[in-house]
């Protein structure tokens, strides 16, 4: 599968003001970590699902230190999910679609 627009590549510049408002899960991932690239396509089924609703959004950790550092994180992939730029939850490590959906439903 293509990697299309539904998923926001976003750094340091960019990440504070596009988290600011709704729900948005954000993923701190790396290109060499190998879950990561697992978790990439389950990631763009549920933004074509759950398009209008919620922002997935990809931060590379390497580009990224600050956000990072922010999110103390310790391994990747590590997916936040912010509501209104504000953590409600996390999960480490490779999620599957049905739990990250039920996360989602369960704040929504």
């Known amino acids: ?12 510049d960019s990440f504070d003001e596009t988290v600011a408002n ?6 701190l991932w790396a290109p060499w970590c190998g879950p990561c690239r697992m978790q ?5 089924e549920l933004a074509a699902e759950t398009a209008g609703r919620l922002t997935i959004a990809k931060v590379d950790v390497d580009e990224s230190p600050r956000i990072a550092a922010r999110f103390r994180v310790q391994a990747i992939p590590l997916l936040v999910l912010l509501r209104d730029g504000q953590e409600v939850a ?3 490590g490779l999620q599957t679609k049905s739990a990250l959906r039920s996360a989602i ?3 929504a």
């Open 40 to 44: 990439a396509p389950v990631l763009e």
């Open 105 to 107: 439903d369960s704040v």
């Open 1 to 12: 599968m293509s990697h299309d627009n539904s998923i926001l590549e976003l750094n340091e």
């Open 22 to 27: 709704g729900l948005t899960l954000v993923d």
């Open 90 to 92: 996390r999960y480490v």
